[in-house]
């Protein structure tokens, strides 16, 4: 195990780090996450509000739960992790943020380099004609109906985060890719690695010979690969690492 001040000087030495972050980095903003036996999934099936099988058979159903969701997400602001990241990014620590969160809380923490894998609430599509929508338009139409719809064609849009039984995003995917291939260091924070295709991404660097720091609360299936492991918040370890390397 080792210590925010531990993995500082890991950064320091083999940096700069690509971070790959997960679930247990938003739940520190009070998101909820998916797994957990609090999390998202112990309340709902997520095939039946999270598939896109279920959102072709019934789009209004699937909207119920993500409408209120979608809300909630914005209203979470960014933690001192978040921030912490933003700020070894402007200083040349960390070259660019690979998550698979979907609740935008990276960009608006001041992160510009962001691999979103598994989509965001930033945007919408249609799949009926391919048209796509931002965030801020299906807000004010989510004021006056249950689903937004499209512009062009009045199909209800789809929210744009990967969902169960769709693939990840090909062009997210392969610069997720090439930049864990490329990091001298790569930075697992609140990921249990547990979810593929993402949970292969630290193979590419340690294959290709990189090093690689955990900070997560519980054991991951690559614990036995890391350089340094902090079982500590994201938050304050983020926030102590990025003091010590300003």
């Known amino acids: 195990m080792g210590t925010a001040a531990d993995l500082a000087a890991l950064i320091r030495d083999r940096g700069p780090a690509v971070v790959l972050t997960g679930a247990g980095m938003s739940t520190e903003s009070g998101v909820p996450d998916f797994r957990s036996s ?4 112990a309340e709902v099936d997520p095939f039946e509000v999270a598939s896109i ?8 159903r699937v909207w ?6 979608i809300a909630g997400l ?6 001192a992790g978040h921030v912490a990241l933003a700020a070894l990014e402007r200083s040349g620590h960390v070259r660019g943020v690979v998550t698979q969160n979907i609740d935008l809380l990276h960009t608006r923490a001041g992160s510009v380099d962001v691999t979103e894998v598994h989509g965001s609430i930033a ?3 249609c799949l009926a004609c391919g048209g796509e929508e931002a965030l801020a338009p299906v ?34 995917m392969l610069r997720a890719e090439l930049l864990c291939r490329e990091a001298p260091l790569l930075l697992v924070v ?35 690969h890391a350089a340094i492991i902090v079982r500590d918040g994201s938050g304050p370890t983020l926030a102590a690492v990025a003091g010590a390397l300003a």
């Not at 609090?38 to 999934?41: K, Y």
């Not at 914005?74 to 933690?79: G, H, M, Q, R, V």
């Open 139 to 172: 807000l004010a139409q989510l004021e006056l109906r249950e689903a937004p719809v499209c512009a062009a064609c009045g199909s209800i849009l789809k929210p744009g985060v990967v969902m169960f039984g769709e693939l990840l995003p090909p062009d997210a």
């Open 74 to 79: 914005l209203a979470a602001e960014p933690n």
């Open 64 to 69: 119920r739960w993500y409408g209120p969701r």
């Open 123 to 125: 945007r919408f599509t």
């Open 53 to 60: 099988d279920a959102f072709r058979r019934d789009p209004l």
């Open 190 to 224: 609140g990921s249990s690695l547990q979810v593929w295709p993402v949970a292969g991404l630290p193979n590419e660097t340690l294959s290709a010979g990189g090093a690689m720091a955990i900070v997560n609360l519980d054991e991951t299936p690559y614990d036995a």
């Open 38 to 41: 609090s999390g998202l999934w």
